[in-house]
């Protein structure tokens, strides 16, 4: 029997199956993604911004610092949730928001909420209240709407600002969020 499992192995190895898994990089934590030329996997325009953020991600646990978006964490770095950091930039990439905190140092927008305190105007259709609860809220996305509409015109104080797959929501307080282009 182990003389059977040998002759496998190195019929495995002639065939080069072995080796091809070897030979390619893999971003298996994030996107699983195999990347065999080991290039930067994104081009976007990064913009500038001056905001600081806050880590919003399950009690206790953090969250990881990125070299560039979607490609590698830097071992070991995590910033934990709760904690407060000033951003520069911020690029979206494949649907998702990244934020830079200065030099290659990048982390990913669904996990933070962004301070905010302004007032805004319903736009010219209904805007939908929606409600973030347990998981979904970790995993960046809304929960079903609730019975409540807010009137074209209506002026409305936002609290908190979170990043959702390239939109925006607001969050009016009780957890009572709406995407941000409902408003003018």
Same mark, same amino acid.
């Given at each position: 029997?182990?003389?059977?499992?040998?002759?496998?192995?190195?019929?495995?190895?002639?065939?080069?199956?072995?080796?091809?898994?070897?030979?390619?990089?893999?971003?298996?934590?994030?996107?699983?993604?195999?990347?065999?030329?080991?290039?930067?996997?994104?081009?976007?325009? $990064?913009?500038?911004?001056?905001?600081? $953020?806050?880590?919003?991600?399950?009690?206790?646990?953090?969250?990881?610092?990125?070299?560039?978006?979607?490609?590698?964490?830097?071992?070991?770095?995590?910033?934990?949730?709760?904690?407060?950091?000033?951003?520069?930039?911020? +690029?979206?990439?494949?649907?998702?928001?990244?934020?830079?905190?200065?030099?290659?140092?990048?982390?990913?927008?669904?996990?933070?909420?962004?301070?905010?305190?302004?007032?805004?105007?319903?736009?010219?259709?209904?805007?939908?209240?929606?409600?973030?609860?347990?998981?979904?809220?970790?995993?960046?996305?809304?929960?079903?709407?609730?019975?409540?509409?807010?009137?074209?015109?209506?002026?409305?104080?936002?609290?908190?600002?979170?990043?959702?797959?390239?939109?925006?929501?607001?969050?009016?307080?009780?957890?009572?969020? $709406?995407? +941000?282009?409902?408003?003018?």
């Amino acid at each position: 029997m182990k003389k059977l499992m040998v002759v496998a192995a190195a019929l495995l190895g002639l065939s080069g199956v072995g080796m091809a898994a070897q030979s390619a990089q893999v971003n298996a934590a994030t996107t699983g993604v195999v990347n065999p030329t080991k290039t930067i996997p994104w081009t976007t325009k $990064v913009t500038p911004v001056k905001t600081v $953020v806050q880590i919003d991600y399950r009690p206790g646990y953090g969250i990881a610092v990125w070299s560039s978006p979607n490609n590698t964490a830097i071992k070991g770095k995590t910033l934990k949730t709760g904690t407060k950091w000033r951003v520069f930039a911020q +690029a979206n990439i494949d649907g998702q928001t990244w934020y830079n905190l200065g030099g290659n140092q990048w982390i990913i927008g669904i996990y933070l909420t962004i301070p905010a305190n302004k007032t805004v105007t319903v736009g010219s259709n209904p805007a939908t209240v929606r409600k973030l609860s347990g998981l979904d809220k970790y995993d960046g996305q809304l929960l079903s709407a609730t019975a409540k509409e807010l009137r074209p015109g209506t002026k409305w104080h936002v609290y908190e600002v979170k990043s959702f797959n390239e939109a925006l929501i607001y969050n009016l307080g009780g957890n009572q969020w $709406v995407k +941000a282009d409902q408003f003018k």
